[in-house]
């Protein structure tokens, strides 16, 4: 069980990690993910789940603080952030772009404790290539008028949140926005209205289980390899949710977000190590 050395992460630093992951489920063009490997929590967090039936008490203790924080941030994400990006979407995301670049030296040195060979960046160019497609396929994303959801669709939903919590680069919220279940997914969390509620959990869970049995045995065999694509895939996320007005009149507020943003992830990454 690949867990961080005893004192490394203390709950309130994880309870910490978990919202903040929490809250970038649900923001279009981030990737919970993403987030997640780039502040340090995502293999040993990968190995908490797959391994629980092997250390269940170890893997509670340390996924516990990081649970309840990502239901909180989603909570929170639900019924203020979505707010928010109807008037600071710009601001919203350099908040979370800065925390994610402040964090890149942390995950560095993770997937390069030495020097890089180059298999290793010819496999993070892969993960920046797969990330520019998936953006690709992505940018059509424009949210289409909110569609009814019932159960079946709810489940559908929270497999894709699922994609976007586990796999690094996926945004989920894009696909939710192109098939129109965005808006009412939010309202339903905001609302914790249980008829679609639940089904999004059921989704939720056993996609989440699924996906990270598979990222477990990829970092159980090509940790390494593996941790040289994250890395691709985490530098591309940066360039393709970069505000296209952040230069704009609100450049300066932008900025010092940005700077705020970068501060908090590498602060977080320096914590994670220690």
């Known amino acids: 069980m690949r867990f961080p050395r005893s004192g490394q992460t203390s709950f309130p630093k994880r309870l910490t990690a978990g919202f903040l992951v929490g809250l970038a489920c649900l923001l279009p063009g981030v990737s919970g993910g993403t987030l997640a490997a780039s502040l340090g929590y995502y293999e040993p967090a990968v190995a908490a789940i797959s391994g629980f039936l092997r250390a269940r008490r170890q893997s509670f203790l340390y996924l516990l603080p990081l649970g309840l ?22 601001q919203v995301v350099c908040v ?101 509620v639940a089904p999004v959990c059921v989704g939720f869970g056993l996609a989440a289980l699924l996906l990270f049995r598979a990222m477990d045995g990829l970092f159980r065999r090509w940790r390494r390899e593996t941790l040289s694509v994250v890395l691709g895939f985490v530098v591309s996320s940066m360039a393709l949710v970069f505000p296209g007005d952040f230069f704009g009149p609100r450049w300066p507020v932008n900025l010092a977000l940005t700077a705020a943003g970068v501060a908090v992830g590498y602060a977080m990454g320096r914590m994670e190590k220690k």
Do not use: N
């Not at 924080?69 to 710009?90: D, K, P």
């Not at 772009?97 to 993770?110: D, E, I």
């Open 96 to 196: 979370f772009l800065g925390m994610v670049g402040g964090s890149l030296p942390s995950l560095w040195k993770s997937a390069h404790p030495d020097t890089p060979r180059p298999w290793h960046c010819l496999l993070s160019l892969l993960g920046i290539g797969v990330t520019l497609l998936l953006f690709l396929l992505e940018r059509g994303a424009v949210e289409k008028a909110a569609l009814p959801m019932g159960p079946l669709q709810a489940v559908l939903a929270g497999v894709i949140v699922a994609a976007g919590t586990v796999v690094p680069g996926v945004s989920g919220s894009f696909v939710l926005l192109y098939l129109g279940w965005y808006t009412p997914l939010m309202r339903a969390l905001a609302s914790m209205e249980l008829r679609l």
């Open 69 to 90: 924080g990502g239901c909180a941030g989603v909570l929170v994400s639900a019924l203020l952030l979505s707010r928010w990006m109807e008037s600071a979407q710009t």
